[in-house]
């Protein structure tokens, strides 16, 4: 994956990249709102980082400039700014995702490796498949290997939300956000309970759990060892 | 500037000036009307009775002839405060009459003149003015009769002078009434200005005198002093939130830089390192949460709610109650959902939050004492109802709730009671709940639930509100 991290504090700017290496995406950066525009335009990237306030154009500016001349990489936004307000600003400006300052790595790595996928992704298939689990978007029938499951709709949405980006790390407050739409951070571990009531449900019985824990980062789907 | 220089500068003093011109302007055009009119009137009395004497005396001479004319002259010039007669024979020496000397000219004139003249029996040598009529009799004889015009001028002088006092008396009275009222009202300014100077280097505790006039000053220092008590309680309320803040926010710091040093110097293995390491994450995630819901309460508390829409409350209610009820069955509690159509205007995100914060409370706080361990506990429940003008939202549960005298004192910032004290948490929960209900101008109750705690958020209703039969149904699918 190749990203661009608009950002003008050096220091973050210099861990995101190298931390971005690590995990084995391509990632360059650019100081300022202009260099921003200019190589987000020239280059070919899977998703953009971008820092609200930049010195020279701010980052609502360049991306509203980015989508004016049709481009539409996915931008996710990192902003000091954390308020409902703010976020809704940033995603009405063109933004596909809002992350507030300070974060932790792995959150920004699963948000950004969902908003890559969501970029020439197949289309929205109506059944979901991970392993021997199956689930059926239309009829919401959910089927692992021969039983059918019951799940509560809430936990049918849960599960929806996973296998959408089955294979990649799913963190608690995306779960929060596009599951039950909430956008303030819940003191206690709430997602935490709503995820093994859902494991007890897919996973209880089987030899083979499909949805894992990724310490310090979330959940993810997946089928066996990648 | 110096004490007279601020006196004339008052506005009353200035107000006083231009009353002062308005009333010395009244005043001399009074007197100036006075003067004008009684001079008409004079002048009207003297020329109609010399008109009848003229027309008197002409028939006298018409009837008896110069002889007549001469006696009749002599006859009435004799008469006290007689009028001015003269007749002159047609090569104009004068024939009869009391008058002296006469300024030339004034018989050849025919008509209306007024006349410098003396009498014949007049002592002094002083020029007198009159009134005269010259009229030609046959024969060229001619006739002037008049009358002094001191009188006139007498009462001219007198309204001259009245005018000269009374504007004299109006000036100095005015003057020495803008002086007093100006002190007056300066003295007072000056008394608010240097407690006002006080308060603003520091002094909050200062007021402002206030008299018992009750007049416009007072009323102003009441106003201001009124706004000094809220300026100080709000100073106050911020100290204490900086020391608050101070006090919870650099005891978590000064564990997480403990912790580092520890690990630093004590660390044996890449095992220890990462431990130390993951706990030192863990703590600054929680001064993150504490640092956003501080932000969060400063942002309701200034009456920034962000985007506002209609909703009910209903829909709150059941989305929160899905969302925490396997999380209190975790904790061995049950949490059901009583919810009634009840709109409101607001940010629902922030009325959730405020919601969540009352649940989370009641499954830390709300376990029932451990008497009947066997026996299935009460259940906590979340309520939302429409109760007249006002939407309920309430979280009820059944634990030791808070005593009377901590209820107050427990939505303060990083207030945790006692009880409270060994569980995580924030001590931010009910602060941000109340921030988010003052700001939808309604408020945060606490009750007893005998036992237990009833925390109840109350709202302004939606005025005319429209029954929706769906929004009071627990949230079905929405995929």
Redesign the interface.
């Known amino acids: 994956m190749r990203l661009l991290i608009i950002e003008d504090d050096r220091e973050s700017a210099d861990y995101l990249v190298k931390a971005f290496r690590e995990v084995g995406h391509i990632a360059d950066h650019a100081g300022d709102g202009e260099e921003g525009l200019a190589m987000a335009e020239g280059g070919d990237y899977d998703v953009l980082v971008v820092d609200r306030m930049l010195p020279r154009r701010d980052g609502l500016s360049l991306i509203g400039a980015l989508r004016d001349k049709g481009n539409r990489t996915p931008v996710l936004i990192l902003s000091a700014l954390?308020?409902?307000?703010d976020r809704?600003k940033g995603l009405r400006a063109g933004g596909d995702d809002y992350l507030?300052k300070?974060y932790?790595f792995a959150e920004l790595l699963a948000r950004v490796e969902v908003l890559s996928r969501r970029r020439g992704g197949p289309a929205e298939e109506t059944v979901y498949r991970v392993g021997d689990l199956e689930l059926d978007?239309l009829s919401?029938r959910v089927v692992r290997g021969k039983d059918e499951l019951t799940l509560q709709?809430?936990e049918?949405?849960l599960l929806?939300y996973l296998m959408k980006h089955a294979g990649q790390v799913v963190t608690r407050t995306m779960l929060l956000e596009n599951v039950?739409d909430?956008?303030?951070?819940?003191?206690?571990?709430?997602i935490d309970?709503?995820i093994s009531?859902l494991r007890s449900k897919i996973d209880k019985g089987f030899d083979r759990p499909l949805l894992h824990t990724i310490r310090?980062a979330g959940y993810m789907i997946r089928d066996g060892i990648r | 500037m110096t004490a007279f220089g601020k006196l004339i500068r008052t506005t009353a003093f200035r107000l006083t000036l231009v009353y002062l011109f308005l009333f010395a302007l009244f005043a001399a055009s009074l007197l100036g009307y006075f003067a004008w009119n009684t001079r008409r009137l004079i002048t009207e009395e003297i020329t109609q009775t010399v008109n009848a004497e003229t027309l008197e005396i002409t028939e006298i001479y018409n009837r008896r002839g110069l002889l007549g004319l001469t006696r009749a002259i002599e006859y009435r010039a004799l008469r006290p405060n007689a009028n001015l007669y003269l007749i002159t024979n047609p090569s104009g020496v004068a024939i009869a009459g009391n008058v002296g000397s006469l300024a030339p000219g004034v018989m050849a004139t025919r008509g209306w003149s007024e006349a410098a003249y003396r009498r014949i029996e007049d002592a002094d040598d002083r020029d007198h003015r009159a009134l005269v009529r010259v009229t030609e009799l046959p024969n060229g004889f001619r006739l002037l009769i008049g009358r002094d015009l001191d009188e006139r001028r007498r009462l001219f002088g007198i309204v001259a002078k009245a005018a000269q006092w009374s504007i004299l008396i109006v000036v100095v009275l005015g003057l020495g009434g803008g002086v007093f009222v100006a002190r007056r009202v300066l003295r007072r300014i000056d008394a608010m200005t240097g407690t006002a100077q006080r308060i603003m280097t520091g002094d909050l505790s200062e007021r402002l005198p206030v008299g018992r006039s009750g007049d416009e000053l007072d009323r102003l220092a009441e106003n201001l002093n009124a706004m000094l008590e809220r300026i100080e309680a709000l100073m106050a309320g911020l100290k204490e939130v900086s020391d608050n803040i101070a006090h919870d926010l650099k005891t978590p710091l000064t564990r997480l830089r403990n912790r580092a040093e520890e690990a630093l110097a004590m660390s044996r293995s890449e095992a220890d390192y990462r431990a130390a390491l993951?706990r030192t994450?863990e703590e600054?995630?929680g001064l993150?949460?504490t640092f956003?819901a501080l932000?969060?309460i400063a942002?309701a508390e200034s009456g920034q709610g962000?985007?506002a829409e209609d909703f009910d409350a209903a829909d709150v209610a059941n989305?929160i109650h899905?969302?925490?009820e396997?999380?209190a069955e975790?904790s061995g509690l049950v949490l059901q959902v009583e919810a009634g159509p009840a709109r409101l205007h607001g940010?629902r995100?922030?009325v959730?939050?405020a919601l969540?914060?009352l649940v989370?409370n009641a499954?830390?706080y709300g376990k029932p004492s451990q008497d009947t361990p066997d026996a299935k506990p009460p259940p906590i429940l979340i309520e939302a109802r429409r109760v007249g003008d006002l939407v309920l939202l309430s979280v009820t549960d059944h634990g030791p709730g808070i005593p009377e005298a901590d209820r107050k004192r427990a939505t303060e910032r990083f207030v945790r009671l006692e009880a409270s004290r060994t569980l995580?948490?924030?001590g931010l929960?009910l602060s941000l709940a109340s921030a988010v209900a003052k700001l939808h101008r309604g408020e945060l109750r606490l009750d007893d639930a005998g036992p237990g705690l009833c925390a109840t958020l109350a709202f302004p209703a939606l005025s005319g509100e429209g029954l929706e039969e769906q929004s009071s149904q627990p949230?079905?699918?929405?995929?």
Request: hydrophobic share 25%; aromatic share 8%.
């Open positions: 954390g308020q409902v307000d809704i507030p300070p932790s978007r919401h709709p809430r049918f949405r929806e039950w909430y956008h303030f951070d819940p003191q206690t571990n709430v309970v709503h009531r310090g | 993951e994450i600054s995630d993150i949460r956003n932000l969060m942002r962000g985007a989305g899905e969302l925490y396997p999380l975790d940010n995100e922030l959730s939050q969540a914060n989370e499954i830390k995580p948490g924030s929960g949230e079905t699918h929405p995929a």
